[in-house]
C-alpha cells in the first residue's frame, strides 16, 4: 500500500474497488413506485450515514426481534413475512431503486409499520450502521448465484462476509440462506458448515420454513421440477 496516501484515502480506495456482489441496473420506475418513493420514504426509509444505527429507536419497540433481510428484490417476500409477522422488525438493505419503490409501495398498500429500508451496499451497512450482537436473524433469499465460474468472487456468500454476519448476529440467532441453483447451494453449504460460530440447523439443507412464501417465480420453478434449497444456521 502505498505509505504516500492519507489513511482515509486508502480506505476509500480499497472500497471502491472491492469487488461487489450486484451490478447496478437502472430500470424503470413506475408511477406507484415513484409515488410510494415519495411519500414513504421519508417515513420508512434510513439513508445510508457511516453511524451505528440504533434499532430499538428506529422501530420505537424493544421487545421486538430484529431481522436483516438483505437484496429484497421487489419486495414481495419481505412484505408478505413482515404482514405474517408484525412482532418482529424487519430491515430491508436493497441497492435497486425500483426493487425500493416496490417495497415501499407494498408497506403503504399493506399498513405495515415494521419494516424500515436503506438502499445502499449491504456491507458499508453491515460494516458501518448495524452495532455487533444486534440481530436476530439475516435473510439472504435468492442472492444472485453468478452461475459462470469466473464470476463467483463476486457471489455475496463469501467466508469473509459471512464471518462480518456473524459479528452481527445475536447468540441464537439464525442465518436463512435460500437459493434455487443447485451449484450454489452447495456452495453456500460448504462455507456455512466450516464458520466456527455458526451450527447448521438440518443435517444438510433445511426444510422451507413456513414464514417464507413461495415466490409466483419459485412456484413456477417448482412444477417444472426445479429444487429449491433452504439453509439455517444458528450462531453459536
Known amino acids: 500500500m502505498n505509505q504516500d496516501i492519507p489513511h482515509s484515502e486508502q480506505e476509500q480506495d480499497l472500497t471502491q474497488r472491492r469487488i461487489r456482489s450486484y451490478v447496478l441496473r437502472q430500470g424503470r420506475l413506475t408511477k406507484g ?27 420505537d419497540r424493544q421487545e421486538s426481534l430484529k431481522i436483516l433481510e438483505i437484496g429484497f428484490g421487489m419486495g414481495e417476500t419481505t412484505a408478505i413475512i413482515a404482514q405474517s409477522m408484525p412482532e418482529r422488525d424487519f430491515l430491508g438493505v436493497e441497492v435497486h431503486t425500483p426493487g425500493v419503490g416496490g417495497l ?19 456491507v458499508d451497512v453491515l460494516n458501518n450502521m448495524i452495532a455487533h450482537a444486534s440481530l436476530d436473524g439475516v435473510h439472504i433469499f435468492f442472492p444472485d448465484p453468478w452461475h459462470k465460474k469466473r464470476h463467483h468472487k463476486r457471489r455475496l456468500i463469501q467466508a469473509e462476509f459471512v464471518k462480518l454476519l456473524c459479528s452481527k448476529l445475536k447468540t441464537v440467532g439464525y442465518l436463512h440462506v435460500a437459493t434455487d441453483w443447485q451449484e450454489y447451494a452447495e456452495w453456500v453449504l ?3 458448515k466450516v ?14 420454513p413456513a414464514y417464507r412464501p413461495l415466490t409466483k417465480f419459485e412456484n413456477r420453478g417448482i ?6 434449497w433452504d439453509l439455517i444456521f444458528i450462531r453459536n
Open 195 to 208: 464458520e466456527p460460530l455458526l451450527t447448521n440447523s438440518a443435517k444438510d439443507y433445511a426444510i422451507k
Open 104 to 122: 415501499l409501495k407494498l408497506i403503504g398498500e399493506k399498513s405495515l409499520s415494521n419494516v424500515r429500508i436503506i438502499q445502499h451496499d449491504v
Open 223 to 228: 412444477k417444472l421440477g426445479h429444487g429449491v
Open 33 to 59: 413506485q415513484e409515488k410510494a418513493l415519495a411519500d414513504l420514504w421519508p417515513t420508512f426509509g434510513i439513508d445510508y450515514t457511516p453511524v451505528t444505527l440504533d434499532l430499538i429507536n428506529t422501530f
Open 190 to 192: 460448504d462455507i456455512l
